[in-house]
């Protein structure tokens, strides 16, 4: 089968000779991959790795796979093959992936080295903060960027016929965004602050707008990001204008002069997680999204004490949060048109390394999300 793998840190290739994958319990799902993007998290598996990959010569913990696997874990598909106990979806059916995976994926896997293992978070439904979470394209199994891929059914989302298949490939890195915003407790008329506009703050803005935020902000320093987010019609602030006053300035933008209801941050610097912490009003949330290095910083902690506010993180995604992004682009609460403006490129599988990972390390500020094709399921270059 063809795919582009990781084969170890430094190389990513196309290659014609993956297995293809096959059904091992019953509980899964064969998929043909329509489209899948390309993620942050996969250029850095690249020049940091291996991260989420296995270590050369290992095998995941999960799952027991090793290298070389397929990358991508931001993928729809349409369903090619079903288990003899799935039993909501068919051959045809429209899908997206929630790629998590975790101990509730354990009985899978032959080879897994977690036999029988249910951590406290899995127990309560957490799955996101599973302690032995890994990712499908990111080591667990092999991903979307192959033609094909083994998926479990309790991973799978329906998407109806009438969202593309190229806008719900959006679907996962949007799920990030989905899980931040409703688990802040953000309420349908309130105002937020979005820090740093690449793809995950693009992401922020339009499920804010699905969620009905009264008033969007955001603080963005390079101009070509910034008006990425105008076009999605939001105000943007460019902190070098105003230098030691820009967060006062900011403060001042929503009606009252005090600050924001809700801040994100999406950047995951100094500057922006003090921003987000000083732009919230009285009881504010201040809400950290950002993959951080391994550096702590220092803050100062009255600044939340002094106005009452909360300092909270989100990560990943469960898969209501898949449920209520497809339902907000099926009613409209966001809009297609929004959607495709995240995506800056499509490519054919085989040109994914050249024009999909090479164009987005090269050209980092000007491009989102590149979408790669192994299957010719739409157009290449209309977006
Ligand atoms: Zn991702
Ligand atoms: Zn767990």
Not at 299 to 310: A, Q, R
Request: net charge negative; with cysteine.
């Amino acid at each position: 089968m063809r795919g582009l793998a990781y084969f170890h840190q430094g190389d990513i290739h196309f290659t014609d000779n993956l297995s293809e994958p096959k059904i091992q319990s019953g509980d899964e799902l064969i998929l043909e991959v329509s489209w899948c993007g390309i993620c942050g998290t996969d250029l850095h598996e690249y020049t940091d790795g291996p991260i989420f990959m296995p270590k050369d010569g290992c095998a995941n913990e999960l799952s027991g796979n090793g290298l070389p696997l397929a990358m991508g874990h931001e993928m729809s598909g349409i369903v090619s093959e079903v288990g003899s106990k799935v039993t909501r979806f068919k051959k045809g059916d429209h899908v997206v992936v929630d790629a998590g995976c975790g101990c509730l994926d354990t009985h899978r896997f032959e080879d897994t080295q977690l036999s029988g293992t249910m951590c406290n978070a899995c127990k309560i439904g957490m799955v996101n903060c599973c302690s032995h979470a890994g990712f499908i394209g990111l080591g667990v199994g092999g991903g979307g960027f192959a033609e094909k891929v083994l998926v479990a059914e309790q991973h799978c989302i329906k998407v109806p016929k009438e969202i593309p298949l190229d806008v719900a490939a959006l679907v996962e890195p949007l799920s990030v965004s989905w899980h931040a915003v409703s688990s802040s407790g953000f309420q349908r008329g309130q105002t937020a602050c979005v820090f740093g506009a690449g793809p995950i703050g693009l992401a922020t803005i339009l499920v804010l707008k699905g969620f009905g935020a009264s008033k969007i902000v955001v603080s963005e320093l390079a101009k070509i990001r910034r008006v990425l987010a105008e076009s999605l019609n939001v105000e943007t602030f460019d902190p070098s204008k105003h230098g030691k006053d820009a967060i006062e300035e900011l403060r001042k933008i929503p009606e009252g002069d005090d600050g924001f209801d809700f801040a994100f941050d999406c950047s995951g610097v100094k500057p922006t997680f003090d921003g987000a912490l000083k732009v919230t009003t009285f009881r504010g949330t201040s809400v950290n999204l950002a993959i951080w290095g391994n550096k702590p910083i220092d803050y100062y902690p009255m600044d939340v004490t002094l106005k009452e506010k909360k300092l909270t993180g989100s990560i990943g995604y469960v898969v209501k949060d898949f449920e209520g992004v497809v339902s907000a682009i099926h009613d409209g609460r966001i809009p297609l048109s929004d959607c495709r403006h995240l995506i800056t490129g499509k490519q054919k599988l085989e040109d994914g390394w050249e024009k999909g990972f090479l164009e987005l390390m090269n050209h980092k500020d000007s491009n989102v999300k590149i979408l790669l094709t192994p299957n010719n399921h739409g157009e290449l270059h209309s977006t």
